[in-house]
């Protein structure tokens, strides 16, 4: 019985084919083949500057996010920067109507997703939430409501 391993790292790509093939003398057979995901190194590592706030549109010089507003948010002060993604606590207050906040990353429309949901005037609702980031940088787009927000940083995905 001749036994050989051997291991071999090919990066695949999303939404390709792939062929694995064992090519054996007269009389020898494959009994197992692996194949495997690794996925990349992660890490959370947890805020612990100082203030976590990133944004509270209800300080002064701020405005509520009106209806299908889109602002971008820099994170990178607060972050590792090889984070790829922020996990933030995402917060609407003091809304006009039922409408929803979406957090995603900066660089490309708008997903379609929501983070937050409010029902009715005046709301406070928070959710955590782990968004991917461009730079340093996020996106969150108002609903069919205006809302105040408020962002906080809990830390860094690498």
């Not at 054996?24 to 990349?40: H, I, Q, R």
């Not at 948010?73 to 906040?101: H, K, M, Q, W, Y």
């Not at 995603?104 to 991917?132: E, K, M």
Request: aromatic share 6%; with cysteine; hydrophobic share 45%.
């Amino acid at each position: 019985v001749k036994t050989q391993s051997f291991t071999t790292t090919t990066t695949l790509a999303p939404g390709k084919s792939y062929v694995v093939r064992a090519f054996c003398s007269a009389g020898d057979s494959v009994l197992g083949v692996s194949l495997g995901y690794l996925p990349p190194a992660q890490a959370f590592v947890p805020y612990t500057g100082g203030s976590p706030r990133v944004l509270d549109t209800r300080e002064a010089g701020s405005t509520k996010f009106g209806v299908n507003e889109d602002r971008v948010i820099d994170l990178s002060a607060r972050l590792i920067p090889t984070a790829r993604a922020a996990v933030i606590n995402l917060t609407a207050t003091e809304t006009s109507a039922a409408g929803f906040l979406a957090a995603y990353a900066d660089g490309i429309a708008w997903p379609g997703n929501s983070t937050v949901n409010f029902t009715s005037v005046n709301d406070t609702v928070a959710n955590s939430a782990i968004v991917t980031m461009n730079a340093g940088k996020i996106k969150v787009r108002s609903g069919a409501a205006a809302s105040h927000v408020v962002i906080d940083v809990v830390g860094s995905l690498l």
